[in-house]
C-alpha cells in the first residue's frame, strides 16, 4: 500500500508497502514484470478497501523508471503485462487448519485496447490484482514493510529488488540471517543455481553493488558453514546517502534524553537529538491506543511503550506481548515481567519460540524418561539372562549326569553343522580328536554343544520359554 507525499516542486513520491508474508513469499518475476508490479502497488491508495482496475499508461511506467522510449521497451511491458497474469506467488497463510501454503496469481486480469494508436503516449493497459492478494497489499496494521519506491527505480534486477525488501524489513535490527535454500526458493532459482559460487556471483554480491549504488541501504555479509558447504547468510545492514535530492524524512527533534528503565536492561540507551524516520502511513498514535492495555498488564507504563514504539517495529512488540503471556501462563516468569517482555521484543522472540522451547523441553524430559527406562530394562535384562542360564546348566547338568551318552551324541550333532565345520577349518581345530574339556573352553563350541543337547532333548528345556519371551521384552524396551 501507498502514501502519497506532494513534494515542494511538483510531483509525487510513492511508498510501497507490502505484507512480509507477501515479501518473503516464493515467486519469480523478471525485471519487466517487477516494474509492472511495483508501478500496480504504487497506485494502491490508503483507503483502498478493494482492488480496483488500475488504468496504466505506459509511457509513465516508462518514465517513472527511467527508460528509453523506443518500441521495444513499450512491447516489453505489454508482453510482461501477459505474462503476469501466468505468474504463482506461495505464501504462507494461517486458517482453521493451521498453516497452509497459499498458491495464488498475482494479476486477475489485463485489457489491452482493440484500436491501435500511433501515438505511444497513449498506449495503455487495464489491470487489476487477484483478489486473494488482498490481505498482503490492503489495509495492512501490521507485520508489513514500506519504503520509498525511488530506492529501486534504478535497481537492474529483480533478485536485488527481492534482496532490497528482504534487507528493508530488517534495517532497524541491522542484520538478518537467511538460509541460501530459503533465499533460492524465495526467488524461484533452486535449480538454476546449484552452485552456490554461482548463485553468490549473480545475485547476492549484484545486489550489494546494485543497492550500494541505488538505495539508501548497504550491506555485507557473512557466510555460515556446515564442513566445506555455505548454507546460510548473516547480512549487515548498512544506510546509505540519499541517493536522490529530495527524501521524505521528517525530522523529530526533542531534547537529548537518557532513558535507564529499572531491572529491565538497557534496551533504550541514548535517544539522540535529531532522529529521522520515514513517513509511515500508519498511526502511531493508533498503534499506542490498541497496544498501550496490554503492555500495562506487563508493568509497561506509556513512557516506556512510547520509547518501545519509536525504537522497534510494530511486530516485534506484538510478538513480545504473546511471547511474554504464554510464559507468564506457563509459569516461566517468577518475577520482573516487565523486564522479561522488555527482553523478548529486543530478541525478536515470538510465540513460535516460546512452542520450540517447550517442546525442547518436553522431548528433553521424554529423553531422561526414555534413558531412565532403558537402564531399568538394562538390569531387569541382566538380571533375567543370569536366571535363564542359571536354570539352562542346571537342567544340562542333570540330564548328562543321568544320560552319559548325552554329552557324545551333542558332540556328534555339532560335527555336523556345517557353520561349526567352517570354524573349526578357520580356527585350525581338529573336530575328530578334540575331548569333551577342550569343547567346554571354546565358548563357541560350548555353546554349540548347549544348542545341540536343547535340540535333542527339547521337552526338557520347556520350562525356559517363559524366560525368553521376557528377554525379547526386555530386549525390546533397550532398543
Known sequence: MVKKVARKKGGEVSFVRKANDLVEGKYKFDIWEMRIFTKMVTLIQ???????????????????????????NYQHLKDSALRLMSRIVKVVVKDVDGFQELNTPIVGAVKNPLYNDDDDDNVYIKISFHP?????????????????????????????????????????????????QELKEMFGVTTEYRLYANFKQRIIEKAQKDLEEHTDISFTFEEIKEGRAV????????????????????????KSRKTVIANQGELFSEMPEEETHIIYNHSDSRFFDDISAQVAELGIDAEVLKLLIETQSEEAILNGVEYTKMAKNAGKIKENISGFFITAVKNKFTSKDFELQLLKKRRAQEEVEKSKKKAEAQVQLTSMREEYETLRNNIIRELTANDLTLLEKAVDFVKQETSIQAYAHMKNINLETMEFDEYRKDQVLRSAIIRAIQKLKPEEFLILEDYLVKIRGFEQKIK
Open 46 to 72: 490508503h483507503d483502498d478497501k478493494a482492488f480496483k482496475e488500475y488504468k496504466i499508461y505506459l509511457k509513465d511506467i516508462i518514465q517513472y523508471f527511467g527508460l528509453q522510449r523506443d518500441g521495444r
Open 132 to 180: 486473494d492478494l488482498k490481505p498482503f497489499l490492503l489495509d495492512l496494521k501490521s507485520k508489513y514493510v514500506v519504503y520509498d519506491a525511488r530506492n529501486i527505480l534504478r535497481l537492474p534486477s529483480t533478485y536485488s529488488i527481492r534482496i532490497y525488501e528482504l534487507l528493508k524489513q530488517y534495517e532497524k535490527i541491522g542484520r538478518r540471517k537467511l538460509t541460501v
Open 231 to 254: 548454507v546460510a547468510l548473516i547480512f549487515y545492514i548498512h544506510a546509505n546517502e540519499p541517493k536522490h535530492q529530495e527524501t521524505v524524512l521528517r525530522n523529530a527533534k526533542s
